[in-house]
């Protein structure tokens, strides 16, 4: 079955704006026929057309069973901002490998300063929808590097994706981990002096000794923390 966000009013889900556009004039689906609904909970909506309107439909629940492809653990991404593209394919990334948040940042090397928040918000739907996780996943404003060092003395583990790092990565730093911060360069990668501030406060790993693009980077280090940690 088709899924599709929406919002639950009154016991009925509403599916209305791009959602309803893709469901409508897209796939051309009628009345009668059975989606999954999400509205950014734990559930899954198992639902069948009830109504079609001009700009909305409306669908009646048929039953309701708790998503299976929640996370386990809480992985915060901390990016640091990369060009367009890779921007893109990092968020597609990030949403099937399980991160449960993104918080973009800037610093030294970085060329790209923000982004469209209308096309993250896209991406990351279209993500979410893929592999079939009921709750959006939150990407944060941009922020400068300074402003993410506090923040990470709230997690259990922090792990940085160094290039120049010689220590291989060892799956027993995740044991008995929750709440999980993992930090990527961009293209440009870190300043001298980032790189010292992040390693007193942060585990650095090496990925192996070729230099992998910011994209690669994030996709091997997440699926190593994903699988690893059961998540």
Do not use: W
Not at 83 to 96: C, M, T
Not at 130 to 138: A, F, G, H, T, Y
Not at 143 to 168: G, H, N
Request: proline share 4%; hydrophobic share 40%.
């Amino acid at each position: 079955m088709k899924r599709f966000f929406g919002r639950l009013d009154r016991g009925k889900i509403v599916i209305e704006e791009g959602e309803f556009f893709h469901l409508s004039k897209v796939l051309r689906m009628r009345e009668g026929e059975q989606i999954i609904a999400s509205v950014n909970d734990e559930n899954d909506y198992y639902c069948v057309i009830e109504k079609m309107g001009k700009n909305s439909c409306i669908a009646g629940v048929e039953s309701v069973e708790k998503c299976p492809a929640l996370p386990k653990r809480e992985i915060t991404l901390f990016q640091m901002l990369p060009k367009k593209d890779y921007f893109d394919e990092i968020l597609a990334k990030s949403v099937e490998l399980g991160v449960s948040r993104i918080v973009p940042f800037t610093s030294a090397y970085t060329m790209m300063k923000n982004f469209k928040r209308e096309r993250v918000d896209t991406q990351i739907m279209t993500a979410c929808k893929q592999c079939e996780r009921s709750m959006l996943v939150p990407v944060e404003d941009v922020v400068p590097f300074e402003k993410i060092l506090p923040c990470l003395a709230e997690y259990d583990l922090v792990i940085f994706a160094y290039e120049r790092e010689t220590i291989p990565f060892d799956a027993k730093i995740l044991e008995n981990k929750q709440k999980i911060a993992v930090i990527v360069g961009n293209e440009g990668g870190f300043a001298p002096e980032e790189v010292e501030k992040l390693q007193a406060l942060a585990t650095s790993v090496s990925l192996g000794k070729r230099i992998l693009r910011c994209d690669t980077a994030v996709t091997t280090i997440l699926a190593l923390v994903s699988v690893l940690s059961n998540n």
